[in-house]
């Protein structure tokens, strides 16, 4: 299991998204490993960890990513999720309570609904085709439209650069993850300190799932972000987020 740890501090673990790595958090750990212990961890067959031959499952991640913490030993953490890294947060949070001081929820779901298994059924139909082919599917429901339009070399060179590493089969385990997921039962369990951010034109993880994830969890917040789809962390919202983060911590 690849991880990064930097600073001192309390600790604060970030957990990304479908296809991404540890890398979608430099921005944050740059900013904030000053102040705080940061630990970013690779999902199973994401970045630098192995996918291993087992059956993976939601419990995989969490057992993983607990497995790393006693080897760390740390005791106590807060979590920060994005989307697929949101569900291993909700499910860690609701298994290892006692361990759980916060959590931030990012573009987050806590079940599937028909919308978003259409949306997952889709992902992995463009996976086997290839992980251009997932790119330039999931793109358009990531990112708004100017966004796009105004970055497109650089959002080609990221495809390169991806396609490069990508392991679809650790993509595709993932989704049937996300496709297995529900904690409707449980997240009214969890009640520490809970911030959720959503982009308000999400076409993955709805603003109307997260609005109901609030309600679910008591101790919660919802801050919404404009012009903004699945993606949060485009532009101005980076700096934006940074601020809402050491506030919240």
């Known amino acids: 299991m690849n991880y990064g740890l930097d600073g001192n501090g309390k600790t604060l673990i970030f957990i990304h998204g479908l296809s ?12 904030l490993k000053h102040d705080y212990q940061v630990l970013r961890v ?24 607990n497995n790393l913490l006693e080897e760390l030993d740390i005791s106590e953490v807060n979590l920060i999720g994005f989307s697929l890294g949101g569900a291993v947060a909700l499910d860690f949070a609701i298994k290892y309570s006692q361990k759980v001081d916060s959590i931030v929820l990012m573009s987050s779901f806590y079940k599937v609904d028909e919308a978003l298994r259409s949306t997952l059924n889709q992902f992995k139909n463009s996976l086997n085709l290839g992980f251009e082919e997932f790119y330039d599917n999931i793109l ?32 595709i385990k993932a989704v049937d993850v996300c496709l297995n997921f529900n904690v409707e039962k449980h997240v009214s369990q969890i009640n520490v300190p809970t911030l959720i951010l959503a982009g308000k034109y999400d076409e993955i993880s709805t ?9 679910r969890i008591g101790n919660s917040k919802l ?9 949060l962390l485009v532009g101005k919202n980076n700096e934006k987020i940074l601020a809402i983060l050491k506030e919240f911590f």
């Open 42 to 65: 690779d999902l199973r067959g994401h970045g630098e960890s192995e996918l291993g031959n087992e059956e993976i499952t939601i419990d995989t991640y969490v057992n993983d990513l």
């Open 20 to 31: 991404d790595s540890l890398l979608y958090w430099e921005f944050f750990v740059n900013n």
């Open 140 to 171: 358009p429901m990531v990112l708004c439209p100017e966004v796009i339009d105004d970055n497109k070399k650089e959002l080609e060179l990221l495809k390169d650069m991806a396609s490069q590493n990508a392991n679809i089969e650790a993509y």
């Open 223 to 231: 801050i919404v972000f404009d012009n903004t789809k699945h993606n």
């Open 207 to 215: 603003l109307d799932m997260q609005k109901e994830l609030q309600k």
